[in-house]
């Protein structure tokens, strides 16, 4: 049976997308099967604020050869029930805490990159904080790829 992976970020613009594709490859290259998906915390997703991947994640990802451009940020609350998640990759600790409050089993959550105080938010920050937010990512993610 396929694991179940939810990666989770705050606006579903940014991080997790890229987290998501990045999981999803590095899973296949291993020959894992796996549904990969993400989702955003901001009550902002619920009233449709964001429509698509941020122009920068999807720069970044394009670099990778991966197309995100197709990506519909969306909202915790439409994921289902988040328990069911074999997995749960947080982006930083108050994201996980937030999943926890939600219900999620602490003990499924990873924070991507936890030992260097998670992935910084590029948000609003320029394409430098994307290149570094992609360079982080990537550097974290096969310690977590690996645990899958």
């Known amino acids: 049976m396929a694991k179940a992976i939810l990666c989770v970020c705050m606006g579903n613009t940014c991080r997790s997308p890229m987290v998501e594709a990045l999981v999803r490859q590095g899973l296949a290259e291993r020959g894992i099967e796996a549904q990969v998906e993400s989702c955003g915390l901001l009550d902002e997703l619920l009233e ?3 429509t698509t991947a941020n122009e920068h994640s999807i ?3 394009s670099h990778e050869g991966i197309d995100i ?3 519909e940020p969306r909202h915790v609350s ?3 029930d988040i328990g069911s998640f074999d997995a749960i990759i947080a982006v930083t600790d108050s994201v996980k805490s937030t999943l926890i409050e939600l219900g999620a089993d602490g003990e499924r959550i990873v924070v991507l990159n936890g030992a260097n105080g998670g992935v910084p938010d590029p948000y609003e920050k320029g394409r430098d904080a ?3 937010c992609i360079a982080t990512i990537k550097g974290a993610l096969p310690d977590v790829i690996a645990v899958l």
Do not use: C, D, N
């Open 59 to 61: 720069e970044m990802m």
């Open 130 to 132: 994307y290149v570094q």
């Open 78 to 80: 439409v994921v289902g």
């Open 48 to 50: 449709g604020k964001f």
């Open 69 to 71: 451009s197709g990506h």
